[in-house]
C-alpha cells in the first residue's frame, strides 16, 4: 500500500489555488446581501442541485460512512438509501413551498410565520450548536488528511480552515455553489474509477458477493444498523435535508420548478451514490480482513483510504485527498454562509440596523463570515488538542438540531392554524427532550426519534387549539406560498449568469482533466489506463457543460461579454 508523495502534494496545492481562483470569479456577481445569501434568485438549479447533494455529506462519507461499509455492508447503502427519499418530501412538498416564500434566510421565514422571539431563539441556538458540528467535520477532515500525509493535525485545520473562510467571504453564496460544482466535478469520475478499480481487485461484483461474510449481506430488524434504525435515520435525515443549507438552495433558484429539479436531482445522485461509494471499502474488507489505524479513532473509517492506496497510481492519490477536501468544504462552506445570513439579516439588520442598505449588508456578510468561519477553526483546533471523538460528536449535534428545529420549520410551511408561539413551544420541547437523551439518559438513535418527534409534533399540533387567527406575518407568508413565482416580473432587474457561469465551469473542468493527463509521466504503464479514464471523463463532463444556455431573451442580455450584469432597462 502506498503512501501520499509529492505528486500528490502537488496536485492538493493546484486544488487549493483552484478554489482561490473561484473566489475571485464569482466576486463581480455579489451586489448586494441578495445576491450574497441567495444568489440573487438566479444560480441555475442544475448547479444549485449538485451543490445542495454535496452539501449532504462530508469527510464523513469517506470515513464515518465507509467504517460502516467495511464493518456491515449493505447497511451503509441502506443509510444514503434513506438520504435520497428524504429529498422526495422536498420534491412533492418543500422544495417549491420554500422558493414560493421569497425570504433570504430560514430564520427570516420563522419571524413571519412564528414571531421575533421564535426567530432569535432559533437564530442563536442554530448558530452556537452547529459551531460544534462544523468544527467536528473540519477536525475530522484534518485528522484524515494529516494521518495520510504526515501533516500535522493542527496546522491541517488551520489550512483547511482558512481556504474555506477565504473563497466563502469574497464570494458569498455564489462562491459555495459555483465551488461544490467544481468538487462534484472531480470527486463523481474519482469514485467512478475508484469503483471499477476495487471491483477489478476483487472479481467483478459477483466476486464481491461471494466473498463477504454473510453478515454484510443482511439485515435485521433490529440491533445497530438494523431495519428500525435505517427507518430512523431516514425520519432525521428528513428534517436536515429539507431545512437550514438544503432550504437555501431551494429559494437560490429562480422559481418553483427549478426548486423541484434540484430536490429530484439529489434524490437520484444519493440513490445512485449509495451503491457506488461503498464498493470500495467492502472490498477492502475481501483485501483487507484486518485494516491499519492510519491514527483514526477506528481502523474501519480508514477503508476509503486504504482503498485509494493500493489501487490508484500517485496523483490520483492526491485527486483522492482533494475529494476529501471537496467534501468536506462543500459541507462547511454552505454552513458558514448560512450562519453568516442569520447574523446579518436576523441579528443585525432585525436588532440593530433596521435600515441598513443592500451594500452596508454586503459588508457585514463578509465580516460575519470570517467570524464564524475563525471561530468554527478554532474549536477545532481546541478539539483536535483535547482529542475528542470527531464522529460522535458531528452525529450527536445532528441529530439533536435536526430533530428539534426541522418538525416546526417544516410544519409551518404547511399547516396554518397554529398560534405565533407554536414554533418555539415544538421547539423548545424537541431541545430540552434531544439534550436530555444525548447528554443525560444516552438514547440511541431509534429511541430519540421514537421520542422526540412524537413530543414536537404533539406540542405543535395541541397548540391549535389557542390559534387566534392570522398575523400580519403569516398572512403575507401563506399568500405567498399560494402565488407562484412570476420571473418575468419578480426578477427582472436580476442578471442571469447562466451562460457565463458555465462556460466558466466548462472551462476549468475540461483544464482540470487534461492538465490530470501529465500524471501519465509519473505513473508506471500499467497504471496509465487509470489516469486516461480519470481524464476522459472529466473532459466529457467539462465539454458538456458548455452547451448549458440560461433563460434569458437572447435579444435582451443581462450579463455582457466578461459576465458582468447590465444596468437595467429604463421604464
Not at 484524515?144 to 485545520?157: E, K, L, N, Q, R
Request: glycine fraction near 8%; aromatic fraction near 14%; hydrophobic fraction near 55%.
Amino acid at each position: 500500500m502506498a503512501g501520499a508523495n509529492s505528486v500528490d502534494y502537488v496536485v492538493i496545492a493546484l486544488y487549493a489555488l483552484l478554489m482561490v481562483r473561484v473566489g475571485f470569479y464569482v466576486l463581480r456577481f455579489n451586489r448586494g446581501a441578495a445576491e450574497y445569501f441567495r444568489g440573487g434568485n438566479r444560480i441555475p438549479w442544475l448547479v444549485a442541485g449538485l451543490s445542495c447533494f454535496m452539501a449532504g455529506f462530508s469527510a464523513w462519507t469517506f470515513t464515518g460512512a465507509a467504517g460502516v461499509a467495511y464493518r456491515s455492508g449493505i447497511a451503509a447503502i441502506g443509510l444514503y438509501i434513506g438520504n435520497a427519499l428524504s429529498f422526495l418530501l422536498g420534491y412533492f412538498i418543500f422544495a417549491k413551498r420554500w422558493r414560493r416564500s421569497r425570504i433570504t434566510t430560514v430564520m427570516e421565514y420563522l419571524s413571519g410565520r412564528f414571531n421575533p422571539a421564535t426567530h432569535q431563539v432559533f437564530s442563536w441556538t442554530t448558530i452556537v450548536f452547529q459551531l460544534f458540528t462544523s468544527a467536528s467535520t473540519l477536525f475530522g477532515l484534518s485528522l484524515f488528511v494529516s494521518s495520510a500525509c504526515g501533516f500535522p493535525v493542527t496546522w491541517t485545520i488551520l489550512g483547511a480552515g482558512a481556504l474555506i473562510v477565504f473563497y466563502c467571504v469574497l464570494g458569498g453564496l455564489w462562491a459555495v455553489v459555483v465551488t461544490d460544482f467544481l468538487q462534484a466535478s472531480i470527486l463523481m469520475p474519482f469514485c467512478l474509477v475508484l469503483v471499477v478499480m476495487s471491483l477489478a481487485r476483487v472479481g467483478g461484483v459477483s466476486g464481491l458477493v461471494h466473498s463477504l461474510p454473510p453478515e454484510m449481506k443482511t439485515l435485521h430488524v433490529s440491533g445497530e444498523f438494523g431495519w428500525l434504525y435505517i427507518a430512523s435515520w431516514t425520519v432525521m435525515v428528513s428534517f436536515g435535508y429539507n431545512t437550514s443549507a438544503m432550504a437555501q438552495r431551494y429559494f437560490s433558484v429562480d422559481d418553483e420548478r427549478s426548486a423541484r429539479k434540484i430536490a429530484l436531482l439529489c434524490c437520484g445522485l444519493f440513490f445512485v451514490g449509495a451503491f457506488l461509494w461503498f464498493i470500495p471499502p467492502m472490498a477492502m474488507r475481501v483485501v483487507y480482513p484486518e485494516l491499519p489505524r492510519m491514527g483514526l479513532p477506528n481502523a474501519s473509517e480508514a477503508a476509503y483510504a486504504v482503498a485509494s492506496l493500493t489501487l490508484l497510481p500517485h496523483g490520483l492519490i492526491g485527486v483522492m485527498l482533494a475529494a476529501m477536501f471537496s467534501a468536506t468544504m462543500a459541507n462547511l462552506s454552505a454552513q458558514f454562509n448560512v450562519k453568516s445570513a442569520i447574523l446579518t439579516k436576523d441579528v443585525y439588520q432585525s436588532l440593530f440596523r433596521k435600515s441598513a442598505g443592500e451594500h452596508e449588508l454586503l459588508v457585514v456578510g463578509w465580516v460575519t463570515t470570517f467570524l464564524i468561519g475563525g471561530a468554527t477553526t478554532l474549536i477545532a483546533v481546541i478539539m483536535a488538542a483535547s482529542g475528542q471523538s470527531v464522529f460522535q460528536i458531528m452525529l450527536t449535534f445532528n441529530t439533536l438540531m435536526s430533530l428539534a428545529y426541522g418538525p416546526p420549520a417544516l410544519l409551518g410551511l404547511v399547516v396554518r392554524r397554529t398560534p405565533p408561539w407554536s414554533g418555539l413551544a415544538s421547539f423548545v420541547t424537541g431541545l430540552i427532550l434531544g439534550m436530555l437523551g444525548a447528554f443525560v439518559y444516552h438514547w440511541s438513535l431509534i429511541q430519540q426519534v421514537a421520542i422526540i418527534v412524537p413530543a414536537s409534533f404533539g406540542v405543535f399540533f395541541v397548540t391549535m387549539l389557542w390559534d387566534q387567527g392570522d398575523t400580519p406575518g403569516r398572512a403575507l407568508l401563506f399568500r405567498n406560498l399560494n402565488t407562484p413565482v412570476d420571473v418575468a416580473t419578480e426578477l427582472k432587474d436580476s442578471a442571469d449568469f447562466t451562460a457565463p457561469v458555465f462556460r466558466f465551469l466548462s472551462r476549468t473542468i475540461s483544464f482540470i482533466g487534461l492538465l490530470s493527463l501529465v500524471l501519465l509521466f509519473t505513473v508506471p504503464p500499467n497504471q496509465r489506463i487509470t489516469v486516461i479514464w480519470f481524464a476522459a471523463l472529466t473532459v466529457a463532463v467539462g465539454g458538456s457543460l458548455w452547451f448549458v444556455r440560461g433563460t434569458a431573451d437572447p435579444e435582451k442580455p443581462t450579463v455582457d461579454s466578461n459576465g458582468l450584469p447590465l444596468p437595467a432597462p429604463l421604464e
